[in-house]
């Protein structure tokens, strides 16, 4: 059982911090309900149990040099106030007046000041003090030693005596955080209540942000998710933050912690979970296709939040402190325009249950975080005590993020199912198309060995001196070249072609391959002999060989082929293009969108023998040795026209 030792003039007492059970990973909605209605209950409980106010008023001066002495602010102009009063992040002294009633009884009174990060209060109390000495104060703050005078519990404040009449004190207020301030006097069991009320609801609210970090842990560790680490980092900082600007970092270390260190403390991690909450906040909202340009600007922000870093390692604590509150509204109304900016269908992953979730989620932690922020910096003015808001900041914040996510959680295992589901069709799919693929090379491949031996008796019973004879050996020549295309197209699919790149003149492939060729009576060559490139000359013999079939087959009958090599730079790099120029004959003019796919012929070439692969394997062939084909068609004077076949190869 943890205690907190209150300590009076009175008889000691104890504080005692409630236990609570922190839920396991398994947290449900219905659990987080019931915390949430735990805390509001233990937030409420203080004004329903409020005793008559014993404070009849108080005013304020602001002493901008922060130098006055005690009887300058006694004789300054104190201004009247009521509530809560922020002058924003500035460097001066506030001095407070307070009008504390008279009482018949003799009962010790607690002047309670809040908020807990406030470094240095002072309390000077003139109504006991008869010498002509300057009057000394009793300290209280952040920054000061814990004594049994100087706080109620967690919370700042002073331990005074009442008194049968009126009597005025005054506090003298000053901080490197914004300078903001609530004050009440209260009987000392009241404060003592409210102390012990405070110390409880923090020590379940802590739990309670515990519980949601243990939950993020356990899904980043099971996940692997960036966003439940960035989450769970977030909920640490909020937990640290909680113990810091609450009091019981400066109620349980003040006697084992320098000043300096708890003021260091205090600014770092009040810097980082700025940072952290902003980039949980981008990264979280990014996920859901906002457009980019808005997720540059609000990345842009977080030059802010470096500035302040460096700002604080200057020492200057203040301007670093300011500046992180100028981050934090930038920040949150950035997340607020990428959670509005999610408009399109395609751009919604996780659902619109998520994205209206987002959208409520941000609209209203922006209200509940920039309101205060713009009253600590004196934008704005309100007599509430508003830093109180900031308390349900986390506990907001927390179950919005746990709504999300758990629906993130959700829609993404039903994606990775469906996933699943498809990548094991899929399998299956290419399984059988494996096995169709198997079957159909073994089929070309028995069917391919069994034609090329009746083709080779054919061939050699066949006299050549007969004109029968000779349009059987063609016939032959046609059905063995359909054979061998067949099997390089199969070859190219399977991916097995394997090249050998040598020094090749082309100008003299050119030639040999022409010479060999039927239709070496009909090419014009044109090419110049000390063009060099690196190529497979193999493959380079056969896409020649197949340009010139294409040519003899479908021009005009008895025309002239021209054949044309030149060196050609393409996109930078040096090469060499040869062009095969012929007439268009009876075939007619190709389907250009269609011309060098497989098995594709056009409507007037089916008259003649073929198989649709001769230009598909060529531009192939061209592709796998680095190299592009083109196709152009010449309108000529008359009605006759020309078709142009070029391949681009690099040197």
């Not at 004789?75 to 106030?81: G, I, K, N, V």
């Not at 500035?90 to 018949?104: T, V």
């Not at 693929?437 to 008796?457: D, G, I, Q």
Request: proline content about 4%; charged content about 20%.
């Amino acid at each position: 059982m943890a205690t907190i030792d209150y300590i009076t003039n009175a008889p000691p007492r104890k504080l005692t911090l409630a236990n609570t059970h922190i839920p396991d990973e398994k947290m449900t909605m219905k659990q987080a309900f019931v915390l949430v209605v735990l805390l509001l209950t233990l937030l409420i409980a203080p004004f329903v149990q409020a005793a008559e106010p014993l404070l009849i008023s108080k005013a304020y001066w602001v002493d901008e040099s922060g130098k006055a002495t005690f009887q300058a602010a006694v004789d300054a102009d104190f201004e009247p106030f009521e509530g809560s009063l922020s002058e924003g992040y500035k460097p001066f002294a506030l001095w407070l007046k307070l009008r504390i009633s008279g009482q018949e009884s003799l009962e010790q009174l607690a002047i309670v000041v809040s908020p807990a990060f406030i470094r240095n209060i002072e309390l000077y109390d003139p109504s006991g003090d008869t010498s002509d000495k300057p009057l000394l104060p009793l300290l209280s703050g952040r920054d000061a030693r814990i004594t049994p005078v100087n706080h109620i519990g967690i919370n700042n404040g002073f331990i005074v005596p009442s008194g049968k009449s009126h009597r005025d004190v005054f506090l003298r207020i000053t901080t490197t955080t914004t300078l903001t301030v609530d004050v009440d006097v209260k009987s000392l069991d009241d404060a003592d209540y409210e102390s012990q009320v405070t110390a409880t609801t923090l020590s379940v609210y802590s739990a309670f942000l515990l519980a949601f970090l243990l939950w993020a842990l356990v899904n980043w560790a099971v996940r692997r998710d960036l966003i439940y680490g960035l989450f769970s980092l977030r909920q640490f900082l909020s937990v640290c933050h909680l113990f810091v600007c609450f009091g019981p970092l400066r109620y349980f270390f003040s006697g084992l912690l320098s000043v300096s260190v708890i003021d260091h403390i205090y600014n770092v991690i009040t810097l980082s979970l700025s940072c952290v909450a902003a980039v949980f906040n981008f990264k979280l909202v990014s996920e859901f296709g906002v457009p980019r340009w808005l997720q540059k600007i609000a990345w842009s922000t977080i030059v802010l939040s470096a500035s302040s870093f460096l700002l604080l390692l200057a020492g200057m604590v203040q301007q670093a402190l300011n500046l992180n509150s100028i981050f934090l509204i930038a920040s949150l109304i950035a997340s607020v325009m990428l959670a509005f900016s999610v408009n399109d269908a395609d751009k919604k992953p996780y659902g619109r249950l998520a994205i209206n979730s987002l959208r409520f989620g941000f609209s209203l932690m922006a209200t509940v975080i920039v309101v205060p922020v713009l009253m600590y910096n004196k934008l704005l003015q309100f007599n509430t005590p508003f830093f109180h808001v900031l308390f349900l900041h986390a506990l907001i914040s927390t179950i919005i993020f746990f709504a999300i996510l758990s629906i993130r959680a959700r829609q993404k295992d039903l994606l990775a199912q469906k996933l699943l589901v498809q990548f094991e069709i899929k399998e299956v799919e290419l399984k059988k198309e494996s096995e169709r693929r198997a079957e159909k090379e073994k089929f070309l491949s028995m069917l391919t060995h069994e034609l090329r031996n009746p083709l080779s008796v054919i061939r050699l019973m066949t006299n050549e001196g007969t004109s029968s004879g000779n349009a059987v050996q063609k016939a032959v020549l046609e059905m063995t070249q359909i054979i061998e295309r067949v099997e390089q197209s199969e070859k190219l699919e399977d991916e097995s072609m394997q090249t050998l790149r040598t020094s090749v003149r082309l100008g003299t492939v050119l030639r040999d391959v022409a010479m060999e060729h039927s239709a070496s009576s009909r090419l014009d060559i044109k090419a110049p002999i000390d063009i060099v490139v690196e190529t497979d000359e193999r493959l380079l013999r056969r896409i020649v060989g197949n340009l010139f079939d294409n040519a003899e087959k479908y021009s005009a009958e008895g025309s002239r082929i021209r054949v044309l090599l030149e060196g050609r730079s393409a996109g930078g790099v040096d090469g060499a293009q040869l062009s095969v120029l012929n007439e268009v004959g009876e075939a007619g003019t190709p389907d250009v969108e269609k011309l060098f796919t497989k098995y594709y012929r056009s409507k007037g070439a089916h008259r003649r023998p073929g198989s649709g692969l001769g230009l598909f394997l060529v531009a192939s062939w061209a592709r796998v040795l680095g190299g592009n084909v083109s196709y152009e068609q010449i309108d000529g004077a008359s009605s006759s026209s020309s078709v142009r076949f070029s391949v681009w190869l690099p040197k």
